[in-house]
């Protein structure tokens, strides 16, 4: 089959209808979907964004939370204007989600760009309709485009950014006018979140690389490139300006949080360590492993007229994920960014397979990019699927009796509907306060991982070791009613597990269990369970007497 590619300088076109159509396709994947939760705000970084965005208007035009940027909260009110009321969550929640899916999908694009001027010639038609491949369908992207948060602006700048060093460094644009969109890029992203700032490294290591009249050009470009940049960073978020108090002490909160000097219940998964290696991992399951082989391979056959593109995107991924290495809290979504650049990398790995005379190379290609391809569509097809929460909430509203009791765990509620629902006291010291809450609960209700997979053994939580390992041998008097996940073609085989970080479960793909009080023993028989020697506790034993490890 001949593809319609018309080139121009060797560099692809916008008239390759593959191409277009692998784009198109990256956005269906990313717009189905989107009310995953049915409008209940599952996501609660999500949530902090709308509910900031909200108190936005005519009476406060700054806002009072700044761990997103202020264009990452005014953005979506300005979007949603035309269609809806901007005041209301539901509103709200659906354009910050609508612009993160659009943001991925022209990442997919500028992705397939990055690629095509790396490789070059005929061999750019290949690497970038593999990169569209990559991109559109890969699903830690897919994944980030239905949460109305910043991941996908990030890796949308960063793709950007690239996308604009090459074309300087291949002479397609002029030194002013690449400076004053990668100003103008890195102030933009600044509004979104304040790490934005490390992406101006790319057009950086590209300018050290250039040679002659071109680099001295360069350089008298970054002399007002800089400051430009700063104005559009400040234009972007004027909470640095008009309220810098505040804005510093959100800064020093979360440098404390990821840095591990401030204590908060969503870093307790790292009690027992992060660092380099931690991620490495995240990394190698976020692209199904062969990915990061492809990328490997795609970097190490890259044609010598790469090698400057691929230093200015490859230095920023080190430092970068250096920085991220470092800190303390190890959340998948602190290396977004660096996906682009992985992804662009694959994407020419693939492409170099597959142009190999060995039928063996070739069928790797296949292979990886395969697993890749089904990984994705596998995650895309679990967003047709209702949410396992709001399932067990409905088997709940249909098998508990009026007025029944429903125990809940700490910061992972969805409420029970219409019953009576009992926060659990899984981190006292004492046992006899979470026994009498065992003792009034008719059900129990485990929403997630969050807690059984993290606080046994930790400090904060010296009680739950024996609760966990009590419920999971039936000593407590509970016995599962139901367990909900949800649902995709090959869920059992691809779901994440216990090894990642949590997030990429708990927020839109978590395991739930309903328990029910069967044997009803009294506080003081409870009491006693709960402080006699516990049974395995680890997160494996539990996630196995749950139904399914995940």
């Known amino acids: 089959m001949r593809i319609g590619i018309r080139q ?19 956005f269906v994947l990313r717009l189905q979907g989107l009310d995953w939760d049915q409008g209940r705000g599952l996501h609660p970084d999500e949530g902090n964004l709308v509910r900031a965005a909200i108190a936005l208007g005519p009476g406060q035009m700054i806002p009072e939370f700044h761990a997103y940027n202020d264009l990452a909260l005014w953005l979506p009110r300005l979007a949603a204007l035309p269609f809806c009321d901007s005041t209301s969550p539901d509103c709200l929640r659906g354009a910050a989600r609508v612009l993160s899916a659009v943001f991925s999908g022209l990442a997919v694009w ?5 690629a095509a001027r790396l490789a070059g010639g005929t061999a750019g038609r290949t690497a970038a309709l593999a990169t569209a491949l990559l991109a559109a369908t890969s699903a830690p992207l897919i994944q980030w485009a239905h949460f109305g948060t910043t991941e996908s602006a990030l890796v949308l700048l960063v793709a950007l950014l690239w996308l604009q060093s090459l074309r300087w460094l291949r002479g397609e644009i002029g030194p002013v006018f690449a400076a004053a969109t990668s100003a103008l890029l ?10 934005a700032l490390v992406c101006a490294l790319i057009p950086l290591l590209a300018l050290v690389q250039s040679r002659g009249e071109a680099a001295r050009a360069g350089w008298r470009a970054l002399r007002w490139a800089l400051p430009l940049g700063g104005l559009a960073a400040l234009a972007a978020a004027p909470s640095v300006i008009f309220a810098p108090g505040n804005w510093l002490d959100s800064m020093r909160f979360e440098r404390g949080v990821v840095a591990g000097s401030i204590p908060v219940f969503w870093t307790r998964q790292f009690a027992h360590g992060s660092g380099a290696m931690f991620q490495l991992h995240q990394l190698w399951s976020l692209l199904h492993g062969a990915g990061l082989v492809l990328a490997v391979v795609g970097v190490a056959f890259a044609p010598r007229t790469a090698r400057p593109g691929l230093v200015a995107g490859l230095g920023y991924v080190l430092v970068h994920g250096a920085v991220v290495a470092s800190w303390h809290a190890g959340f998948v979504r602190y290396l977004a960014p ?3 650049v992985l992804v662009v990398a694959a994407g020419m790995g693939v492409a170099r397979l597959a142009a190999s005379g060995l039928r063996v190379l070739r069928a790797l290609a296949v292979a990886g990019a395969g697993l890749w391809v089904l990984a994705g569509l596998d995650l895309a097809a679990s967003y047709q699927a209702p949410d396992p929460r709001i399932l067990a909430e409905t088997a709940l509203a249909t098998s508990a009796a009026a007025g029944a009791v429903v125990g809940i765990e700490p910061h992972d509620t969805p409420l029970p509907g219409n019953l009576s629902a009992l926060l659990l006291p899984l981190e006292d010291t004492d046992a006899a ?11 129990l209700l485990i929403a997630s991982r969050r807690n059984w997979a993290v606080l046994p053994g930790h400090p904060d939580a010296p009680l739950a070791c024996g609760y966990y390992a009590a419920l999971a041998s039936g000593a407590l008097g509970f016995r599962i009613e139901g367990r909900f996940h949800r649902a995709s073609p090959l869920w059992p085989l691809l779901a994440p597990g216990l090894s990642v970080e949590e997030t990429r479960t708990v927020f839109d793909r978590p395991q739930v269990v309903i328990f029910r009080n069967d044997a009803r023993l009294d506080a003081g028989a409870l009491e006693a369970v709960l402080t006699t020697a516990p049974g395995p506790c680890d997160a494996r034993t539990l996630g196995r007497a749950w139904g399914r490890a995940q």
């Open 186 to 195: 890195v102030g933009v992203g600044f509004g979104f979140k304040t790490t």
């Open 433 to 443: 306060p979470l026994a009498e809450a065992l003792a009034r609960s008719d059900w």
């Open 8 to 26: 121009r300088d060797g560099l692809l076109t916008r008239r390759d209808g593959l191409l277009a159509a692998l784009v198109v396709a990256g």
């Open 338 to 340: 660096l996906l682009p």
């Open 110 to 114: 500028a992705m397939a760009a990055v």
